[in-house]
Antibody, heavy 119, light 109 residues
Framework: QVQLVQSGAEVKEPGASVKVSCKTS????????MHWVRQAPGQGLEWMGIINPSRGNTNYVQKVQGRVAMTRDTSTSTVYMELSSLRSEDTAVYYC????????????WGQGTLVTVSS | QSALTQPASVSGSPGQSITISCTGTSSDVGRHNRVSWYQQHPGKAPKFMIY???KRPSGVSNRFSGSKSGNTASLTISGLQPEDEADYYC?????????FGTGTKVTVL
């Protein structure tokens, strides 16, 4: 069955970086896009960006452009999201979410990773 | 790109029907049929419920249905059940970025 398993919770100081992983199984890794979506405490969902695991090309929302990098390791079917220069407002649960290519919806989600930015 | 507008809360009694609206613009919701809906229970990841405005993925109850008119999409839950109590989010592809709705808390009275 399809599984997206994310890495554990992180606590980081302002200015630091965090790298969250999303290990996939149960499907052909390169046949689906992967997105990252975050949710601040008590708030709604916010789309951050997309990676094409086949080619590695990415597209990010302007709000985090320059601070975010989404990468993939095809040998382990894992995608990564690294966010740098962390601020308190980056405190959120970060989700990876799979998209069947060019369908524009997210059919499977990871369990979420809480990233807390605090001094 | 601004978030799509949803009512903060909607409530109904068991067995009733409720409708959640999702209002965007002619650049997102009104532009194409790339509207999807997600259900989120507290502390859980979102669950995929509706795609392309009105299509249901396998395994989703037929009590959930979607529609669209102009710049507003809607999710209707018929025969409301206690397990439907959750937050619901719409989402539209706007030629990058993707835009989510503000979210609606559904309460089953």
């Amino acid at each position: 069955q399809v599984q997206l398993v994310q890495s554990g919770a992180e606590v980081k100081e302002p200015g630091a970086s965090v790298k969250v992983s999303c290990k996939t199984s149960g499907y052909t890794f390169t046949n689906y896009y992967m997105h990252w979506v975050r949710q601040a405490p008590g708030q709604g969902l916010e789309w951050m960006g997309i990676i094409n695991p086949s080619r590695g090309n990415t597209n990010y929302v302007q709000k985090v452009q320059g601070r975010v990098a989404m990468t993939r390791d095809t040998s382990t079917s894992t995608v990564y999201m690294e966010l740098s220069s962390l601020r308190s407002e980056d405190t959120a649960v970060y989700y990876c979410a799979r998209e069947p290519i060019d369908t524009f919806y997210f059919d499977y989600w990871g369990q979420g990773t809480l990233v807390t930015v605090s001094s | 790109q601004s978030a799509l507008t949803q009512p903060a809360s909607v409530s109904g009694s068991p067995g009733q029907s409720i409708t959640i609206s999702c209002t965007g613009t002619s650049s997102d919701v009104g532009r194409h049929n790339r509207v999807s809906w997600y259900q989120q229970h507290p502390g859980k990841a979102p669950k995929f419920m509706i795609y392309e405005v009105s299509k249901r993925p396998s395994g989703v109850s037929n009590r959930f249905s979607g529609s669209k008119s102009g710049n507003t999409a809607s999710l209707t839950i018929s025969g409301l059940q206690p397990e439907d109590e959750a937050d619901y989010y719409c989402c539209s592809y706007a030629g990058s970025p993707y835009v989510f709705g503000t979210g609606t808390k559904v309460t089953v009275l």
